[in-house]
Every structure is written in structure tokens, then in C-alpha cells.
């Protein structure tokens, strides 16, 4: 293969939707994986504490409600952002719809000159 030339991805051939290629996606979905972990941990560490456990079990009960609200978030913005994507796909295709009628509604109106 060509130097500096990738070979195309399974992706890239089926036209697939990708939210880690989505840039406003993929900003979402790393900050709502580090909130998810950390509001996890504090959450799991805040009532174990409350609920007389030693410290260092409630600190491992912490980082493991942390995994699993990091874990959770980020299933919930996987699946929000594959329905936003999908959303912004067909307003753009209805949007470039709208322009290309005009323009032949117009076309046909000015007699089909160019």
C-alpha cells in the first residue's frame, strides 16, 4: 500500500454511525464517564461511611459504586448520542432536501435556464 495512504475501515465502507467519530459525542461521553466514576465513589464512600463501615471498606465500596456509575453513565450517553446522531443525520438530509427543491422549483420558474 501507498505510503501515508490507511486502508479503509469495515466502518468507513458500510457508512456505519460512529459516536467516538461524533466530536461533540465523543467530548460528551468522556466527561460524563469521569462524572459517573467520581459521583459513584463519593456516593458509595458518603454512605458506607454513614452506615458505620471502617474506612478502607468504604473506601472500597467507593471505587467499586465508582465502576459501576462509571460504567452506568456511559451506557446512557452511548445511547443518547447514537439517537442525537442519527437525529442530526436526517435533519441534515431533510435540510439539503429543502435546498435542492427550491432550487429546482426555481429553475422551473425561470423558464430552465442555468
Do not use: C, N
Not at 21 to 32: L, W
Not at 72 to 80: D, H, I, K
Amino acid at each position: 500500500m501507498a505510503k501515508g495512504k490507511e486502508a479503509p475501515t469495515k466502518q468507513q465502507d458500510a457508512g456505519v454511525i460512529s459516536v467516538a467519530a461524533h466530536p461533540r459525542a465523543a467530548r460528551a461521553v468522556r466527561k460524563a464517564k469521569g462524572y459517573g466514576g467520581l459521583g459513584g465513589f463519593l456516593l458509595g464512600v458518603v454512605l458506607s461511611v454513614r452506615a458505620g463501615v471502617p474506612v478502607p471498606d468504604a473506601a472500597l465500596r467507593g471505587v467499586e459504586a465508582g465502576l459501576g456509575g462509571y460504567l452506568a453513565l456511559w451506557f446512557a450517553t452511548v445511547m443518547v448520542w447514537r439517537q442525537l446522531a442519527v437525529a442530526e443525520i436526517e435533519a441534515a438530509r431533510r435540510h439539503l432536501l429543502a435546498v435542492a427543491e427550491r432550487e429546482l422549483a426555481r429553475k422551473a420558474a425561470g423558464g430552465g435556464e442555468a
